[in-house]
């Protein structure tokens, strides 16, 4: 504890130094330096609370009568280790891919400060200081998306993000605040022995959606991910992406798993649903899309979806009383949390070299970057099998845990999650396909085939810094899909404190097998699959050279089917998407198609207009928006009324919250 407060301290401290720093050619070294350092102190942090004893720390800051409570426990300290992974390794990445920037200092000074307010959301024990870390979190990661704020674009992106991190704030302020009850005990201990009714609780578990689904990106909340992402410089975006949304989870499970107590089956159907639906439309909408960074901000609403599903599961489970399922569910969840982490931050890395190197993510204007940048294409593509859940990466492991632990109990009573899980399994095997899919299409349309404009034909590998930062994720993502028993045995002790159950034990099993439940039921071992990989592919390619004809032979070129030697002529990012688009985005996205073909004659060229629309935003924020303005236009008025108008409306109001303060009690 006292590590992690002295590193949070160091980071809100070494804000200001970004700001003097920035004009120096090096300023960035010593606060993407210091930053990394200190978030290795977070991650050791992590470590210590995930093994050892609940830790508590009152500081006399914050509010009198509170003060600011600090708790490292199993739960924090495993996020605490996410938050620490991922910003040691965006700092990494930055050191070399910021050298360029031409406005460090709306970075700098912002940076730090971000990194040590997710740590303190994590660290919070009541809720004065849990909302104090959740706005500095807010602002400070506004306040980087809007860095570049003079591009197209990026105004309203962090316009946007601000609505929706302003209602994701006060979502959590009326959630602490049913928790807190009458007594007005703003602890976190005061909270978890006030046990609400069950007509609060379910108002409690509505706003916490809210408050953390917006800001982890659940469908209908998530429309600020595919603004924001692209909009922030990328070791921003891989922050957002890979840590800042699990702090987000980490808020919802703190309240709905801790704070709130023991809940209903119903709370995990809702929680399953809403699960179900984010990965579908998020791998849907990342299907559709041809900007690089926009892609892997949808595809991290799937992965949201994913991680919301085992919530929901374990939720259910607890209800029902089979803890040995919630133990598992919780563990795929956090699990899938955890590997999420490492492999966006990987692709964000791999995105944000391409685009430093070619000065555009818009996949038509990409193609074989292979050649040219090897090691960021080797890199990305470790992360494209990782996230399409490819074993014997890391991926495949925690969708397949999350897949055991729907098996587990298909007898369950209640009729909504009878309805429920089997829905939510078809949807997670759905978005597994068209994750597989969205990712094909992003590595072969950006680094093979032939350069689809200049700037793709003349790239270069992008820095050692970056590379180094890209390696060293591939291989976590490596080693945590070849000894994923090293992770879950870590996770055992938040899955215990949450749900009374946890997996066995699996680093004692023979050959590191992984075994949910009983070697009966199933089981998956990563290093013999990765063993039985290799020596194909090395008997393959032995074969080949041994047994291949040497003789030369002569013949035409085999083109490819590209008889025109013009890139034009190859798949493109829109034509790779097309059967699905038809297929999903008719019904889903309403996306349609206009060719304009010229008549013989015309010398105009042919041309074909797509159109998809977004049903969240058109059925559900764009009437929101008209009825705010018209709202607002309508209270007007009031900014005009007299004194004695005004008084009146000020009596009036004290008297309708008194009323509701007495109701309440």
Request: glycine content about 10%; charged content about 10%.
């Amino acid at each position: 504890m006292t590590v992690a407060a002295w590193t949070i301290l160091a980071l809100f401290g070494l804000a200001p130094f970004g700001a003097l720093t920035a004009r120096f050619p090096a300023g960035r070294v010593p606060i993407y330096g210091g930053s990394l350092i200190l978030c290795a102190g977070l991650f050791y942090a992590g470590l210590t609370g995930l093994a050892g004893p609940t830790e508590h720390l009152i500081l006399p800051l914050g509010l009198p009568w509170i003060g600011t409570h600090l708790r490292l426990d199993a739960v924090s300290g495993f996020f605490l280790v996410l938050t620490g992974m991922g910003g040691a390794g965006a700092s990494l990445f930055a050191v070399g891919y910021t050298g360029h920037d031409a406005h460090p200092e709306r970075v700098l000074a912002f940076y730090p400060a971000f990194l040590a307010a997710m740590a303190l959301v994590v660290l919070a024990d009541d809720a004065f200081t849990f909302l104090f870390a959740w706005e500095s979190m807010s602002l400070t990661s506004w306040a980087l998306v809007k860095a570049h704020h003079r591009q197209a674009g990026n105004a309203q992106a962090g316009f946007i993000y601000l609505i929706m991190a302003t209602f994701s704030g006060l979502a959590l302020l009326l959630t602490f605040g049913l928790l807190a009850g009458p007594a007005g005990g703003y602890s976190f201990d005061a909270m978890r022995a006030s046990h609400p009714d069950l007509a609060v609780a379910a108002v409690v578990l509505v706003t916490a959606l809210i408050g953390a689904g917006s800001k982890a990106g659940l469908v209908p909340l998530h429309v600020w991910l595919p603004l924001a992402h692209p909009a922030a410089p990328t070791h921003v975006s891989a922050l957002m992406s890979g840590v800042m949304t699990k702090v987000a989870i980490y808020g919802f499970i703190r309240i709905v798993f801790d704070l709130l107590g023991p809940g209903q089956w119903w709370a995990g159907t809702v929680v399953l649903a809403l699960g179900g639906l984010t990965a579908v439309l998020g791998v849907l909408h990342a299907l559709m899309e041809r900007d690089l960074k926009r892609l892997l901000a949808y595809s991290t609403v799937e992965n949201i979806g994913i991680v919301f599903i085992g919530l929901g599961l374990a939720l259910a489970f607890r209800a029902t009383g089979f803890q040995a399922g919630a133990g598992l569910a919780l563990t795929a969840a956090l699990f899938h949390a955890f590997n999420h982490t490492l492999f966006k931050s990987l692709l964000f890395f791999g995105a944000g070299a391409v685009l430093k190197a070619t000065g555009s993510g818009d996949l038509e204007t990409l193609g074989g970057l292979i050649h040219r940048m090897p090691w960021t294409a080797f890199a990305f593509l470790a992360g494209c099998a990782a996230i399409a859940g490819l074993p014997p990466l890391n991926g495949f492991v925690s969708e397949w845990l999350t897949f055991q632990a729907m098996l587990l109990r298909p007898d369950l009573p209640q009729w909504g999650l009878k309805l429920i899980i089997p829905v939510d399994a078809a949807a997670l095997a759905l978005a597994a396909a068209l994750a597989a899919a969205c990712f094909v299409r992003a590595f072969g349309i950006a680094f093979l085939g032939r350069p689809r404009s200049e700037a793709a034909a003349q790239v270069r590998e992008t820095d050692a810094w970056s590379i180094a930062a890209m390696l060293l994720f591939a291989m976590l993502c490596l080693a945590a899909g070849l000894v994923p028993g090293a992770v879950l045995d870590r996770i055992g002790p938040v899955a215990q404190a949450l749900t009374g159950a946890n997996m066995p034990r699996q680093m004692g099993d023979a050959w590191l097998t992984i075994v949910p439940v009983a070697a009966s039921r199933s089981s998956y071992n990563g290093l013999l699959v990765f063993a039985f990989i290799a020596v194909s592919v090395l008997l393959t390619t032995t074969a080949v050279h041994w047994f291949g004809s040497r003789a030369i032979r002569r013949g035409p070129a085999w083109d490819c089917g590209f008889p025109d030697p013009s890139p034009a002529t190859q798949y493109s990012a829109a034509g790779f998407a097309q059967p699905l688009r038809r297929v999903f985005g008719t019904v889903v996205f309403q996306s349609g198609e206009t060719v304009d073909m010229p008549p013989p004659g015309d010398n105009r060229a042919a041309k074909i207009e797509q159109r998809i629309a977004d049903p969240v935003w058109d059925w559900l924020y764009l009437p929101l928006g008209r009825g705010t303005i018209w709202v607002a236009n309508r209270m007007n008025a009031v900014q005009f009324l007299t004194i004695r108008r005004y008084l009146g409306l000020v009596f009036i109001t004290l008297i309708v919250l008194l009323m509701a303060l007495t109701l309440w009690q």
